[in-house]
């Protein structure tokens, strides 16, 4: 793993990143686990050099509790964006305006709203009502659909925002591969050089990806990772 030593100005790193989604890409969602075949073609890319960010909807708090991701990837982008974590040192950033506090205040008035630790979400048929009562409110948000939720994000935070604020931590610079599903990964696949989708993505995923695998969910990233693995891509290095 490449860490930027703590306090020290160094030079970025070069290397090679692999940023994925969670649910209904590495995993079928809910509850399921990754498989050991998954697992096992990470390890293979970790020893070969690549830098692996899990970039997820899911709180810090889940992750930890994951036994099958354990020790896996070298930093987390959490809540699509919103927080940064590296398992490794513990050091951790929130990206959150000064404000951010008195608008989920005024999002708890609403029956419609769900919330996690840093951000919250609301049925897709609220968004253009959420839209016009943050406006008024003052607030700039960033509403990302997430099969058929919206998750309401800072306005200027989206999951590539949250890989870049962490590869600048972890201290390196690279081609990102990015692998993901939905409309909110869409802002990951902004900032990556190779986009992959698995194959029961979302349409406007597929379209914008570089490759989409023939199998789904897990599978998908199986196939994936194996042709990483072998040079199938034909990737500048």
């Known amino acids: 793993m490449f860490l930027k030593p703590k306090g020290v ?56 509790g994951r036994e099958d991701l354990s020790g896996l990837f070298d930093g987390w982008v959490l809540e699509n964006g919103v927080e940064i974590f590296i398992p490794e040192t513990g050091e951790n950033h929130v990206l959150l305006p000064e404000k951010w506090e008195d608008l989920k205040r005024k999002a708890s008035r609403l029956p419609y709203v769900s919330f996690k630790k840093w951000t919250f979400s609301l049925p897709k048929e609220k968004a253009e009502e959420f839209g016009r009562m943050v406006e008024r409110w003052g607030f700039h948000v960033n509403l990302e659909e997430n099969r058929g939720l919206i998750q309401v994000l800072p ?3 989206d999951k590539g925002v949250g890989l870049l604020e962490l590869l600048k931590a972890l201290g390196v610079k690279g081609f990102v591969v990015a692998l993901g599903d939905a409309h909110v990964d869409l802002g990951l696949f902004r900032v990556a050089d190779f986009k992959v989708a698995v194959g029961d993505a979302e349409e406007e995923v597929k379209k914008v990806a570089d490759y989409v695998s023939p199998f789904p969910d897990g599978e998908g990233a199986k196939d994936v990772l194996e042709k990483l693995l072998q040079g199938e891509f034909r990737l500048p290095f």
């Open 9 to 64: 100005e160094v030079e970025e790193l070069e290397g090679r990143i692999l940023a994925a989604d969670l649910d209904r890409t590495l995993t079928w969602g809910g509850e399921d686990r990754l498989s050991p075949a998954l697992a096992e073609l990470l390890r293979r890319l970790k020893r070969e050099g690549w830098i692996l960010a899990l970039v997820t909807g899911r709180e810090k708090d889940y992750i930890e």
């Open 155 to 157: 306005g200027e935070v």
